[in-house]
């Protein structure tokens, strides 16, 4: 490798930075953003060579165009990269050069590259949250409807079922003509909601090849098939992660740190993180809860998580303790640390085997 390279990417264009090694000569070119853009502006290169690009919003096909020029992607950690960098001023100009001055000092904080057809199957998990997120907010809307004008159902145990349906149906019927007319609409696309979700769950479940690992997960209280394939699409290699704690980190289950002399105080999840692994696990914990049979043993279920977590001084949110938290630790005491997490049937293909 004879120079550095790096991009700072943007919606519309990327600035490209080439830097001699030997020499300390830098060249900064914008380059457009349409297909091959990115390729073009690389040849010459040589071979092999690493490329710095963040991991912004746009990076799926930024990476695949600097492997087809031969090159080596970086994925940087935003982020941590700005930090490192340590700048008062921020420019695109200031930013690229921060890439590459990383590079050359061996600091670049980067993170994994999913394979393409990994990153092709996570669309199927990730489109169905946006749909199951997209009917609660439906549901929601309903139910406030049906609340505001003194309607409710109470003949069901679940008001979305068919017995909690009907009666749906016969208060929307008593209500002011627009706003009936308008929540039988609500009502409609909640139903092609269903449709949706339905399909891509059917879909998942065909690609899915349910391997011992995820049958390690399914061990775990509140994942099934769905959970379980999110999960091992949404951490990939586990062997990537050097501990639980690494594991628990990544996926948000972690709370803020704040310590000094004799006070320690732990405050809000990380944001920077995988939400949808984050998700996965919330809704995971979630559902024992959800399927207790009574009010009283859902009450005692909750008491005994947060005794089994026990005391924490200033902690707000009961969440799970630094350095990894119960969700990560049964993972990695069911055997899922250090192999593959499962194994996923692409398209007709042999398959994308997530174990090392």
Avoid at 162 to 190: D, S
Avoid at 191 to 197: E, K, N, T, V
Avoid at 329 to 339: C, E, F, L
């Amino acid at each position: 490798m004879n120079e550095y390279i790096a991009l700072d990417s943007h919606v519309h264009y990327s600035l490209l930075e080439r830097e001699d090694r030997r020499t300390g000569r830098v060249h900064q070119e914008r380059v457009e953003h349409e297909p091959g853009a990115i390729r073009a502006s690389l040849r010459g290169c040589r071979p092999g060579t690493a490329v710095a690009v963040e991991a912004t919003g746009n990076w799926y096909w930024i990476v695949e165009e600097i492997e087809q020029a031969g090159l080596r992607p970086q994925l940087v950690h935003p982020r941590k990269a700005k930090l490192m960098m340590g700048m008062i001023n921020k420019t695109d100009k200031l930013d690229v050069h921060g890439l590459n001055r990383l590079q050359r000092n061996g600091t670049l904080p980067t993170v994994w590259i999913p394979p393409a057809p990994l990153r092709d199957l996570r669309e199927l998990t990730r489109g169905r949250l946006v749909l199951v997120q997209q009917r609660t907010r439906l549901k929601n809307r309903v139910t406030s409807t049906l609340r505001k004008h003194g309607r409710g159902v109470v003949g069901a145990a679940d008001p979305w079922g068919r017995k909690g349906r009907q009666e749906m149906e016969r208060n929307v019927a008593t209500l002011p003509p627009e706003t009936a007319w308008v929540t039988r609409l609500l009502v409609e696309q909640l139903d092609l909601l269903d449709r949706h979700i339905r399909a891509q769950e059917t879909r998942l479940k065909a690609l899915v090849e349910v391997t011992p690992s995820m049958e390690r997960l399914m061990t775990l209280p509140g994942v099934g098939v769905i959970l379980a394939a999110t999960i091992a699409l949404e951490v990939g290699r586990i062997d990537r992660f050097a501990t639980a704690e690494r594991l628990a980190s990544y996926a948000g289950t972690t709370p803020r740190v704040r310590s000094s002399g004799d006070k320690t105080r732990y405050g809000r999840l990380r944001s920077d993180v995988n939400r949808y692994l984050k998700w996965a696990f919330a809704e995971a914990a979630n559902s024992p809860v959800r399927a207790a049979v009574s009010p009283t043993a859902r009450e005692s279920l909750v008491r005994a998580a947060a005794a089994a977590e026990g005391t924490r001084q200033g902690h707000r949110g009961g969440g799970p303790p630094p350095g990894g938290g119960d969700v990560p630790r049964v993972a990695t005491g069911n055997g899922v640390s250090g192999s593959g997490v499962g194994s996923i049937r692409g398209r007709g293909e042999r398959g994308v085997v997530m174990s090392p």
